[in-house]
C-alpha cells in the first residue's frame, strides 16, 4: 500500500474533462489499496463531499486571475506541514499553471515526486487567454523547471512526451506514457443504431482546436444524401457563440441541438442518443502533442462507431477498425466518411459491438491507475 497525496490546481466544481480524470484515477486507487489525500484549491465557500480524504486550501482571490497564485503560495505551506506531520511516499501533481510546490518539497524532504502531464501550459495559456510573451515565457521556464525537478513524469500521449523532452531537456528515460481510461460501468451501450431518423453526436469542450466546426459545415453535405440527419453538440465553451452562428449561416438551425454543459451523470445518456460520434480535432496543437481523448473512450464504451481526424494518439481507430479516420480539417472527407458509414448499417453493428469490447479490453480506468501506481511504487 501507498500512502499517496494527490495534488492538483483545478476547481472541481465545474464538471469537465479534468474532473472526470482526477476523480476516476483516486477513485481507483483507493480501490486498488492505497491511503489517499486529495489536495485542491477551495474556491466555493462550500466543498463537495467525495469519497476520499481531501485538504482543501482555502483561496481569497476567487476571481481574480491571481488566485493561481495564491493558491500555490499557500499550497506550500500546507504540503510541507502535512509532509512533516505524516509523510507521505509520493507526492503525485497534476500540472497546473503553476503546482510546483510539490517538486521543491520533494526535494527538500526526499519524498518521490511524480508529475502528471497532460499539455505544455505555456501554450495553453497564449491560446487561451492571449498573454503577453513576457508572461508566457515565464510560463515556460516555471514548467521546464517543474519537469527537470520531478522525479518521473506521466504523459498521456508520445507526442507530449517527445515535446517535453525535447522542449525542456528531460531525459526520456524519466517519461512515462500512460493514456486516459473510461468507467465501463457508467459508460455501456443503451440505445439507438439506429431508430427514428439518424443523430451524429460531438460531446467536449467547444474550443478552436477541437474541430466542431468541421462537424457544422459538414452537415448540409451529409444531407444532401440523408436529409433525415440531426447533430447534437454537447458541452460549453469560448467557441459556442462562433459554433451557433455557424449553423445560422448554414441554414441548419433546425438540425442542430446545442445541448450546452451537462451532469456527468448524464453524458452517457446523450452519447447513447446517437448512432455516430466524432473527435474532429485539427492540425497544429493536436499534431504536436496527439491525443488522448476522454470522450473517444467513452464513446467506444457506449459502443459508438466514430470519425476522428487523422493524428497521432487516434490510431486505434484504424488499427481496430472502430470507424473512419479522416484528414483533420477537411470538411468534405469528413461528410464523405459519415455518409459511408450510414450507407453501411451491418458494419454500424459490427463496429458498435468491436467498440465495447475494445473499451473494456484496453482502455479501463482499473487499467490506467495500475499503470500510474507501478510508477509511484517503483524505485529510483
Known sequence: MLKIYYICAVDLSNFDAQRTHILEVISEMQTLGNDVMLLLPRFQSTIENFPFNICPIN???????????????????????????????????????????????????????????NGIVADEVKSAFGLPDVAVAIFEKIERWNCRISDK????????????????????????????GVNIHRFHPNGRLTGTGIRL????????????????????????????????IVGDGQERRD??????????????????????????????????????????????????????????ACGKPVI????????????????????PGDVAALASATIDLLRNPDELRTIATRARAIAEEQFTWTQTTKKILEVCAKKG
Open 153 to 180: 513524469i506521466i504523459a498521456v500521449t508520445d507526442g507530449l512526451k517527445s515535446m517535453i523532452s525535447g522542449r525542456f531537456s528531460v531525459d526520456k528515460s524519466r517519461i512515462i506514457v500512460i493514456s486516459n
Open 243 to 300: 459554433l451557433e452562428n455557424l449553423v445560422q449561416s448554414q441554414n441548419v438551425q433546425s438540425q442542430v441541438t446545442f445541448a450546452g454543459k451537462v451532469a456527468p451523470q448524464e453524458v452517457p445518456d446523450f452519447i447513447n442518443q446517437c448512432d455516430i460520434c466524432y473527435v474532429p480535432a485539427i492540425a497544429g496543437r493536436n499534431s504536436k502533442i496527439g491525443g488522448s481523448s476522454l470522450k473517444l473512450y467513452e464513446y467506444l
Open 201 to 232: 453526436g460531438f460531446v467536449g469542450n467547444l474550443v478552436n482546436w477541437a474541430g466542431v466546426e468541421i462537424l457544422v459545415r459538414s452537415l448540409p453535405l451529409i444531407r444532401q444524401h440523408f436529409q433525415n440527419v440531426e447533430l447534437l
Open 59 to 117: 483561496v481569497l482571490l476567487k476571481s481574480s486571475k491571481l488566485k493561481f497564485v495564491e493558491y500555490e503560495i499557500r499550497l506550500f505551506f500546507v504540503l510541507l506541514w502535512r509532509c512533516l506531520r505524516n509523510r507521505p511516499d509520493v507526492l503525485f501533481t497534476r500540472k497546473g499553471f503553476l503546482t510546483i510546490a510539490p517538486g521543491i518539497i520533494g526535494k527538500i524532504l526526499r519524498i518521490k515526486t511524480v508529475l502528471e502531464v
Open 308 to 327: 476522428v481526424s487523422d493524428i497521432p494518439g487516434l490510431d486505434m481507430v484504424r488499427t481496430h477498425q472502430l470507424g473512419r479516420v479522416v484528414p
